[in-house]
Protein backbone atom coordinates (compact mmCIF):
# COMPACT_ATOMS: atom_id res chain seq x y z
CA UNK A 1 0.00 0.00 0.00
CA UNK A 2 1.13 3.69 -0.78
CA UNK A 3 1.87 5.73 2.08
CA UNK A 4 -0.53 8.82 2.35
CA UNK A 5 1.17 12.49 1.98
CA UNK A 6 -0.44 15.77 3.38
CA UNK A 7 -0.81 18.31 2.61
CA UNK A 8 -0.55 17.74 -1.43
CA UNK A 9 0.84 20.99 -2.43
CA UNK A 10 2.63 23.90 -0.26
CA UNK A 11 3.34 27.36 -1.50
CA UNK A 12 5.92 29.22 1.05
CA UNK A 13 7.34 32.87 0.65
CA UNK A 14 11.51 32.46 1.55
CA UNK A 15 12.71 31.96 4.86
CA UNK A 16 9.47 30.15 6.09
CA UNK A 17 8.77 26.75 7.18
CA UNK A 18 6.99 24.14 6.28
CA UNK A 19 6.10 20.50 7.36
CA UNK A 20 5.47 17.22 5.53
CA UNK A 21 3.88 14.28 6.74
CA UNK A 22 3.74 10.65 5.54
CA UNK A 23 1.76 8.26 7.22
CA UNK A 24 0.94 4.37 7.15
CA UNK A 25 -1.93 2.63 8.05
CA UNK A 26 0.72 0.00 9.28
CA UNK A 27 4.38 0.20 10.68
CA UNK A 28 6.57 1.13 8.54
CA UNK A 29 10.40 -0.55 8.14
CA UNK A 30 11.90 2.49 7.17
CA UNK A 31 10.84 6.22 5.60
CA UNK A 32 13.19 7.54 2.78
CA UNK A 33 12.09 11.24 1.83
CA UNK A 34 13.38 12.18 -1.81
CA UNK A 35 13.27 15.73 -3.69
CA UNK A 36 12.81 15.73 -7.49
CA UNK A 37 13.24 18.37 -9.82
CA UNK A 38 10.73 18.55 -12.84
CA UNK A 39 11.97 16.14 -15.04
CA UNK A 40 14.96 15.24 -13.14
CA UNK A 41 15.43 11.83 -11.17
CA UNK A 42 14.78 11.84 -7.38
CA UNK A 43 17.49 12.98 -4.78
CA UNK A 44 17.83 11.23 -1.81
CA UNK A 45 17.17 13.45 1.57
CA UNK A 46 17.20 10.71 4.06
CA UNK A 47 16.57 7.24 5.53
CA UNK A 48 14.63 7.02 9.36
CA UNK A 49 14.43 3.61 10.76
CA UNK A 50 13.94 3.23 14.11
CA UNK A 51 10.65 4.50 16.06
CA UNK A 52 11.48 8.01 17.89
CA UNK A 53 14.51 8.64 15.15
CA UNK A 54 14.87 12.16 14.10
CA UNK A 55 17.75 12.91 11.80
CA UNK A 56 18.58 15.79 10.10
CA UNK A 57 21.19 18.01 7.84
CA UNK A 58 21.45 21.79 7.96
CA UNK A 59 17.73 23.30 7.23
CA UNK A 60 15.94 20.17 6.67
CA UNK A 61 15.17 17.63 9.09
CA UNK A 62 12.73 14.37 9.50
CA UNK A 63 11.14 12.49 12.62
CA UNK A 64 9.73 9.24 12.71
CA UNK A 65 7.17 8.49 15.20
CA UNK A 66 7.49 5.84 18.08
CA UNK A 67 4.78 3.53 16.05
CA UNK A 68 6.80 3.67 12.96
CA UNK A 69 3.26 4.93 11.45
CA UNK A 70 4.43 8.68 10.54
CA UNK A 71 7.02 10.64 9.17
CA UNK A 72 7.24 14.57 9.05
CA UNK A 73 10.07 16.03 6.84
CA UNK A 74 10.76 19.73 8.60
CA UNK A 75 11.97 22.29 6.33
CA UNK A 76 13.08 25.07 8.12
CA UNK A 77 13.74 28.73 6.68
CA UNK A 78 13.10 27.77 3.01
CA UNK A 79 14.76 28.97 0.34
CA UNK A 80 14.33 28.91 -3.48
CA UNK A 81 16.22 25.92 -4.23
CA UNK A 82 13.75 23.67 -1.69
CA UNK A 83 11.11 24.11 -4.47
CA UNK A 84 10.45 20.49 -6.09
CA UNK A 85 8.01 18.01 -5.58
CA UNK A 86 8.54 15.71 -1.79
CA UNK A 87 8.41 12.09 -2.22
CA UNK A 88 8.02 9.89 0.97
CA UNK A 89 9.19 6.18 0.38
CA UNK A 90 8.12 3.43 2.27
CA UNK A 91 11.12 1.14 2.55
CA UNK A 92 11.70 -2.78 2.84
CA UNK A 93 14.14 -5.53 3.91
CA UNK A 94 14.12 -6.32 0.44
CA UNK A 95 15.45 -2.87 -1.01
CA UNK A 96 11.89 -2.10 -2.39
CA UNK A 97 10.57 1.42 -1.99
CA UNK A 98 6.93 2.66 -2.30
CA UNK A 99 6.37 6.23 -3.23
CA UNK A 100 3.46 7.98 -1.72
CA UNK A 101 1.68 10.43 -3.97
CA UNK A 102 4.06 13.70 -3.36
CA UNK A 103 3.82 16.86 -1.89
CA UNK A 104 4.59 19.66 -4.39
CA UNK A 105 6.50 22.56 -2.98
CA UNK A 106 7.16 26.14 -4.08
CA UNK A 107 8.98 28.62 -2.42
CA UNK A 108 8.47 32.33 -4.01
CA UNK A 109 10.89 35.36 -3.54
CA UNK B 1 28.32 7.60 -3.57
CA UNK B 2 27.13 4.83 -5.91
CA UNK B 3 26.20 6.15 -9.37
CA UNK B 4 23.43 4.15 -11.97
CA UNK B 5 23.05 5.57 -15.24
CA UNK B 6 20.77 4.88 -18.00
CA UNK B 7 20.83 5.03 -21.58
CA UNK B 8 19.11 6.42 -23.39
CA UNK B 9 18.35 10.08 -21.34
CA UNK B 10 15.47 9.99 -23.85
CA UNK B 11 13.82 8.24 -26.91
CA UNK B 12 10.83 8.79 -29.43
CA UNK B 13 9.54 5.93 -31.26
CA UNK B 14 6.63 5.18 -33.05
CA UNK B 15 3.57 3.37 -32.39
CA UNK B 16 4.45 -0.74 -32.47
CA UNK B 17 7.78 -0.50 -32.26
CA UNK B 18 9.89 -1.60 -29.71
CA UNK B 19 12.37 0.01 -27.41
CA UNK B 20 15.03 -1.09 -25.29
CA UNK B 21 16.96 0.99 -21.53
CA UNK B 22 19.09 -0.15 -20.12
CA UNK B 23 20.24 0.83 -16.70
CA UNK B 24 23.90 0.28 -14.90
CA UNK B 25 25.27 0.45 -11.79
CA UNK B 26 28.71 1.86 -12.71
CA UNK B 27 30.87 1.19 -9.52
CA UNK B 28 29.01 -1.49 -7.75
CA UNK B 29 27.32 -4.43 -8.32
CA UNK B 30 23.17 -4.98 -7.99
CA UNK B 31 21.71 -8.35 -8.11
CA UNK B 32 18.52 -6.60 -7.68
CA UNK B 33 17.44 -3.43 -9.22
CA UNK B 34 13.64 -1.54 -9.75
CA UNK B 35 12.16 0.07 -12.67
CA UNK B 36 9.61 3.05 -12.05
CA UNK B 37 6.93 4.93 -14.31
CA UNK B 38 6.27 8.24 -13.58
CA UNK B 39 3.13 10.13 -15.44
CA UNK B 40 3.18 14.08 -15.73
CA UNK B 41 2.39 15.47 -12.51
CA UNK B 42 2.10 12.04 -10.57
CA UNK B 43 4.22 9.93 -8.23
CA UNK B 44 7.05 7.30 -9.37
CA UNK B 45 5.00 3.89 -9.74
CA UNK B 46 6.89 1.04 -9.10
CA UNK B 47 6.80 -1.43 -11.91
CA UNK B 48 9.00 -4.47 -11.20
CA UNK B 49 11.96 -5.67 -9.11
CA UNK B 50 14.34 -7.23 -11.93
CA UNK B 51 16.45 -9.75 -10.41
CA UNK B 52 20.00 -11.05 -11.61
CA UNK B 53 19.78 -14.99 -12.98
CA UNK B 54 16.59 -15.12 -12.28
CA UNK B 55 13.00 -14.13 -13.46
CA UNK B 56 11.83 -10.41 -12.86
CA UNK B 57 8.66 -10.05 -10.61
CA UNK B 58 6.29 -7.49 -11.74
CA UNK B 59 3.58 -5.64 -9.79
CA UNK B 60 0.10 -6.09 -9.91
CA UNK B 61 -1.40 -4.53 -12.91
CA UNK B 62 1.99 -4.42 -15.13
CA UNK B 63 2.05 -6.73 -18.28
CA UNK B 64 4.93 -8.77 -18.21
CA UNK B 65 5.18 -9.53 -21.46
CA UNK B 66 4.61 -6.09 -22.56
CA UNK B 67 7.81 -4.87 -20.52
CA UNK B 68 10.35 -7.46 -20.78
CA UNK B 69 12.90 -7.35 -18.20
CA UNK B 70 16.46 -8.45 -18.07
CA UNK B 71 19.17 -8.68 -15.53
CA UNK B 72 22.04 -9.62 -17.67
CA UNK B 73 24.66 -8.97 -15.34
CA UNK B 74 25.41 -7.71 -11.91
CA UNK B 75 25.69 -4.02 -13.38
CA UNK B 76 23.19 -4.12 -15.67
CA UNK B 77 19.21 -4.54 -16.45
CA UNK B 78 17.31 -3.55 -19.06
CA UNK B 79 13.68 -2.66 -20.09
CA UNK B 80 11.92 -3.57 -22.92
CA UNK B 81 9.07 -1.63 -24.17
CA UNK B 82 7.15 -4.22 -26.41
CA UNK B 83 4.70 -2.84 -29.43
CA UNK B 84 4.69 0.92 -27.93
CA UNK B 85 1.93 2.69 -27.93
CA UNK B 86 1.14 6.72 -27.01
CA UNK B 87 0.08 5.76 -23.67
CA UNK B 88 3.35 3.91 -22.81
CA UNK B 89 4.79 7.89 -23.18
CA UNK B 90 6.10 8.37 -19.61
CA UNK B 91 9.40 8.97 -17.63
CA UNK B 92 11.08 5.43 -16.86
CA UNK B 93 13.68 5.28 -14.13
CA UNK B 94 15.51 2.60 -13.12
CA UNK B 95 17.16 2.35 -9.54
CA UNK B 96 19.54 0.03 -7.77
CA UNK B 97 20.16 -0.54 -3.71
CA UNK B 98 22.75 -0.81 -1.54
CA UNK B 99 22.94 -2.35 1.97
CA UNK B 100 23.95 0.25 4.35
CA UNK B 101 23.61 0.57 8.33
CA UNK B 102 21.02 -1.76 8.15
CA UNK B 103 18.67 -0.30 5.84
CA UNK B 104 18.60 -0.28 1.97
CA UNK B 105 19.39 3.06 0.05
CA UNK B 106 18.21 3.55 -3.09
CA UNK B 107 20.43 4.63 -5.94
CA UNK B 108 18.71 5.77 -9.05
CA UNK B 109 19.60 6.84 -13.04
CA UNK B 110 18.83 10.17 -14.38
CA UNK B 111 15.81 8.46 -15.55
CA UNK B 112 14.57 7.93 -19.76
CA UNK B 113 11.99 9.75 -21.16
CA UNK B 114 10.03 8.14 -23.55
CA UNK B 115 7.57 9.02 -26.38
CA UNK B 116 5.85 7.22 -28.42
CA UNK B 117 4.14 8.89 -31.92
Known amino acids: QQPVQSPQAVILREGEDAVINCSSSKALYSVHWYRQKHGEAPVFLMILLKGGEQKGHEKISASFNEKKQQSSLYLTASQLSYSGTYFCGKGSNTGKLIFGQGTTLQVKP | GAVVSQHPSWVICKSGTSVKIECRSL??????MFWYRQFPKQSLMLMAT?????????EQGVEKDKFLINHASLTLSTLTVTSAHPEDSSFYIC?????????????FGPGTRLTVT
Open chain 2, 50 to 58: SNEGSKATY
Open chain 2, 95 to 107: SAPTLAGGSYEQY
Open chain 2, 27 to 32: DFQATT
